[in-house]
């Protein structure tokens, strides 16, 4: 205890002297060992979290402390004390005897669309329905759209959109929205969700975009009503508490059908990658029979994403035009069914430039209505919670396991026979699956279809033979029942970043406060420690830039966290995006740093981590590449990441190492210019690196 304290003032003093922009590169520690029982699940550190609050969920009867802001039943967020991090805070409420869990927030970041439509790839002469860019959307025919759109449109269903937000442009003027509500400064009612990112809005456009007016393109479910639920800030962000929240007013406000288009990444399966306020609102949700659809993630792992492993969840992969694999996809035991996604990246006719084979949908970007493409299983999680919204229609008394069960039995086999961790139990077939349902719900009747829609014309979709029959199980009963969430009112609430006393008018004098006893009293044991050297690029150590035609180099901005970042390609200036950059004369040029290390033969987990920043004027040809090496010959043991994308904001990377434990390797960035006197140059931005070995 002794060499302990005086190890703890000694960090305390070099923390006080050493400048800002260094302090802020320091990572806490993993989870104390052994685990306490009143830690939450969602207590790694390495992972993408809030760094101004932790969650704590008070034992019944404890009413909160000064700063605390209500989420759901006994869950709050907490502020973290200046000058501490998230996971000292975490320890400090530890010792608190009227906590019963407390944990860190998780934040998700999702995509904004990038690409406005251009020339479309018509499907045939006819068109139906009668939106103009109907022939670019290859994803219906895929999935039995059309043919399904004789059956049953989703009327008297409501699907809720946890999201950045949906607003209505020219094309979804016609959609009914009920119960908006914004999580993020508790405000409900007509607007009170809009958009000011546009992923939120491409997300319900799929799932109900109005169809057959002449406008745009069509939705898949476009009788549903939409329940829009703002739960991510005008960048994209927001944290796993927020989404809960948006759940949880979901579950109470009548949804039928909840899409999750978000998450995060897992280095490994429920509940040891979960978040137990999000178990807790899933649950409940779940408990009053509540379709929760969520994507499997574009994080290129082998273990689905949060939420969507939860076992209440129908977690949701993509296919690409051919019905394939987009390398962006997990993968995992945890999938249940794919739907299309597209790939951006793909070049369906050989020609070197890329074909835009994603999902189409109009939505509002910076500002700029128009008809943007996005791929991955957000897309793909849309399309499903269409599906489920239909057969909902066409069966109310269906219950949501039999939903599931029907979506799986009827989906086209993809891979290997049977399931599989990549396709789950296949691409989603939503005629044969209302077709299902209705011969094992005799009292099902069609909703109702719209005279003015023309009959399809596509080829007759593959049918189910023999047709199984299902024997719904039931899903596993909650571990605990968690408190109703008060129902909000107008009441003003403070903005996610902004930390100032809560006046909280309906609460008793306060029964426990946090102790604010010095940090210096606070005992951490590190169960986890940091093998990369200047992981922030603060300084020079560890890392050995690759003597190039474009050497990667050291910047200001932008940075993710501290005052520097790596940047690697050629980056235009905003004056000039478009033209030639004056840069050394060459059709290839490439950047890459990188730094060895030997991974311990002791560790049991090994992560790496990192946010990059990419950027892209090339259609194809160009790529931003993250690799596992030898760490002698850099020949490639593993591909983290292999992308080329143009994006306005950091976004996060964890990869599992454990299996290169006690391995010589090294982690190489890697930026390619092809071609680099076109001015469309390609570049990425790599901030706050980190490998944690964990015994």
């Known amino acids: 205890m002794r060499h302990s304290f005086a190890l703890l003032i000694i960090i305390l003093l070099v923390a006080v002297i050493m400048p800002h922009g260094l302090v802020s590169q320091a990572r806490p520690p993993g989870p104390p060992t052994p685990r306490p029982a009143r830690l939450g699940a969602a207590s790694n550190p390495a992972l993408p979290h809030a760094q101004d609050h932790v969650l704590v969920k008070l034992r019944p009867g404890v009413l909160p402390a000064p700063g605390m802001r209500h989420v759901l039943g006994r869950w709050y967020r907490a502020p973290v004390p200046q000058g501490e991090t998230p996971w000292q805070a975490v320890d400090a409420w530890l010792q608190?005897?009227?906590?019963?869990?407390?944990?860190?927030?998780?934040?998700?970041?999702?995509?904004?669309?990038?690409?406005?439509?251009?020339?479309?790839?018509?499907?045939?002469?006819?068109?139906?329905?009668?939106?103009?860019?109907?022939?670019?959307?290859?994803?219906?025919?895929?999935?039995?759209?059309?043919t399904a759109w004789e059956i049953n449109t989703g009327a008297g269903v409501v699907v809720a959109v946890v999201d950045s937000g949906v607003s209505k442009g020219s094309d979804l003027a016609c959609r009914t929205f009920v119960d908006e509500y914004n999580v993020l400064n508790w405000q409900q009612g007509p607007g009170a969700a809009a958009d000011d990112y546009g992923h939120g809005t491409h997300v319900a456009g799929t799932i109900a975009q109005c169809t057959n007016n002449g406008i745009g393109v069509?939705?898949?479910?476009?009788?549903?009503?939409?329940?829009?639920?703002?739960?991510?800030?005008?960048?994209?962000?927001?944290?796993?508490?927020?989404?809960?929240?948006?759940?949880?007013?979901?579950?109470?406000?009548?949804?039928?059908?909840?899409?999750?288009?978000?998450?995060?990444?897992?280095y490994s399966d429920?509940?040891?990658?979960?978040?137990?306020?999000?178990?807790?609102?899933?649950?409940?949700?779940?408990?009053?029979?509540?379709?929760?659809?969520?994507?499997?993630?574009?994080?290129?792992?082998?273990?689905?994403?949060?939420?969507?492993?939860?076992?209440?969840?129908?977690?949701?992969?993509?296919?690409?035009?051919?019905?394939?694999?987009?390398?962006?996809?997990?993968?995992?035991?945890?999938?249940?069914?794919?739907?299309?996604?597209?790939?951006?990246g793909e070049d369906i006719d050989g020609d070197g430039v890329a074909d835009r084979i994603a999902i189409l949908q109009q939505t509002i970007v910076h500002g700029a209505w128009g008809y943007y493409y996005l791929d991955g299983t957000s897309m793909a999680t849309a399309h499903a919670s269409a599906a489920a919204a239909m057969l909902r229609s066409m069966a109310p008394t269906a219950t949501r396991q039999q939903i599931q069960q029907i979506l799986e039995a009827s989906a086209l086999d993809l891979g290997v026979e049977g399931f599989d961790t990549t396709y789950g139990w296949g691409l989603i077939q939503i005629a044969d699956a209302l077709q299902l349902i209705a011969s094992q719900f005799p009292t099902a009747t069609p909703g109702p279809t719209a005279t003015s829609t023309p009959t399809p014309t596509s080829t007759?979709?593959?049918?189910?033979?023999?047709?199984?029959?299902?024997?719904?199980?039931?899903?596993?009963?909650?571990?605990?029942?968690?408190?109703?969430?008060?129902?909000?009112?107008?009441?003003?609430?403070?903005?996610?970043?902004?930390?100032?006393?809560?006046?909280?008018?309906?609460?008793?004098?306060?029964?426990?406060?946090?102790?604010?006893?010095?940090?210096a009293t606070v005992t951490v044991t590190p169960?986890?420690?940091?093998?990369?050297?200047?992981?922030?690029?603060?300084?020079?150590?560890?890392?050995?830039?690759?003597?190039?035609?474009?050497?990667?180099?050291?910047?200001?901005?932008?940075?993710?966290?501290?005052?520097?970042?790596?940047?690697?390609?050629?980056?235009?200036?905003?004056?000039?995006?478009?033209?030639?950059?004056?840069?050394?004369?060459?059709?290839?040029?490439?950047?890459?740093?990188?730094?060895?290390?030997?991974?311990?033969?002791?560790?049991?987990?090994?992560?790496?981590?990192?946010?990059?920043?990419?950027?892209?004027?090339?259609?194809?040809?160009?790529?931003?590449?993250?690799?596992?090496?030898?760490?002698?010959?850099?020949?490639?043991?593993?591909?983290?990441?292999?992308?080329?994308?143009?994006?306005?904001?950091?976004?996060?990377?964890?990869?599992?190492?454990?299996?290169?434990?006690?391995?010589?390797?090294?982690?190489?960035?890697?930026v390619n210019n092809h071609d680099i006197e076109d001015g469309l140059p390609t570049w990425m931005f790599v901030d706050d690196v980190s490998v944690l070995a964990c015994d």
């Open 527 to 670: 169960a986890c420690r940091e093998l990369l050297l200047d992981g922030g690029f603060e300084g020079t150590d560890g890392w050995t830039i690759v003597a190039t035609n474009l050497p990667a180099r050291y910047v200001q901005q932008p940075v993710h966290g501290g005052g520097s970042a790596m940047l690697l390609g050629q980056q235009p200036p905003a004056a000039a995006r478009g033209q030639a950059e004056a840069t050394p004369a060459a059709v290839e040029a490439r950047s890459a740093v990188f730094q060895r290390l030997i991974l311990p033969d002791t560790a049991t987990d090994l992560r790496l981590s990192f946010w990059y920043w990419p950027g892209s004027l090339m259609a194809s040809g160009d790529w931003q590449r993250v690799l596992v090496t030898d760490g002698r010959s850099l020949a490639v043991k593993a591909e983290v990441l292999n992308t080329q994308q143009d994006n306005e904001t950091w976004l996060p990377v964890v990869f599992d190492l454990t299996r290169f434990a006690g391995q010589d390797v090294a982690i190489y960035f890697e």
């Open 218 to 266: 069509a939705g898949i479910a476009y009788d549903v009503q939409l329940m829009p639920i703002k739960a991510l800030n005008s960048q994209g962000k927001g944290g796993f508490s927020d989404i809960a929240a948006g759940i949880d007013w979901a579950r109470g406000h009548g949804a039928d059908v909840i899409n999750l288009s978000l998450g995060g990444p897992c």
């Open 460 to 519: 007759p979709s593959p049918t189910i033979s023999p047709t199984p029959t299902l024997t719904a199980s039931p899903s596993p009963t909650p571990t605990s029942s968690p408190t109703p969430s008060p129902t909000a009112t107008s009441t003003p609430r403070l903005d996610v970043h902004l930390w100032l006393p809560l006046l909280w008018q309906t609460f008793s004098p306060l029964m426990i406060t946090p102790s604010p006893t010095p940090t």
């Open 96 to 146: 608190q005897s009227g906590v019963e869990l407390v944990q860190l927030d998780y934040i998700v970041q999702v995509e904004r669309p990038q690409q406005m439509a251009g020339p479309v790839n018509r499907q045939g002469s006819a068109l139906t329905p009668n939106d103009p860019l109907y022939g670019d959307q290859w994803n219906f025919e895929r999935i039995q759209v059309p």
């Open 270 to 344: 429920w509940p040891q990658c979960s978040d137990s306020l999000m178990n807790e609102a899933i649950e409940a949700a779940a408990a009053e029979d509540i379709v929760i659809m969520g994507a499997a993630g574009n994080f290129r792992q082998s273990k689905v994403a949060m939420p969507a492993n939860h076992p209440d969840i129908i977690a949701v992969a993509a296919t690409n035009y051919f019905n394939g694999h987009p390398p962006y996809s997990n993968q995992g035991s945890a999938l249940s069914i794919t739907a299309p996604g597209g790939d951006l």
